[in-house]
Every structure is written in C-alpha cells, then in structure tokens.
C-alpha cells in the first residue's frame, strides 16, 4: 500500500469533518442540510469580527429571520 497524498489526507480529514462531499452544508440554527449558508460579520454598529465567539452559519431562511430580529424589523 503506497502513501497517502497530501490532497488525498486533506480530502479524509475534510470529509470526516464535514461529511462526503455533496452532501451540502448544515444550519447551524434550523439544522436544516442546504447548498449554502451566510454569515453576516460586519455591517454599521455590529462587529463580529473583534468580539470572541462561536462563529454560526445560517441557510437562507434563517439568515433572513435573524437579519429582520437584528435591525428590530421583526415584532
């Protein structure tokens, strides 16, 4: 058995990570297994790049609901 190739290693660890690929990518609120998910880190009066926390991905839907909650659009 021949050694395993940097991209070869890379792609395991990725998948053992991630899942196989085309599977997609999870919200991390809903849950929900979609083909892309936002992140919003900078916009006026919200910096999210210089406070420590747990970064968070949201599909579409949800990055809409939690857009609309944070500029106070949603009552």
Known sequence: M????QAESQTRLAEARDGPKGV????????????SVRRV????DYDRLQTP???LYACPSCSERKERSRRGLDR
């Open 53 to 55: 926390h747990r970064e």
């Open 24 to 35: 997609g990518l999870r919200c991390d609120f809903c849950g929900e297994q979609v083909k």
């Open 41 to 44: 880190a900078l916009d006026h």
């Open 2 to 5: 021949g050694k395993e190739s």
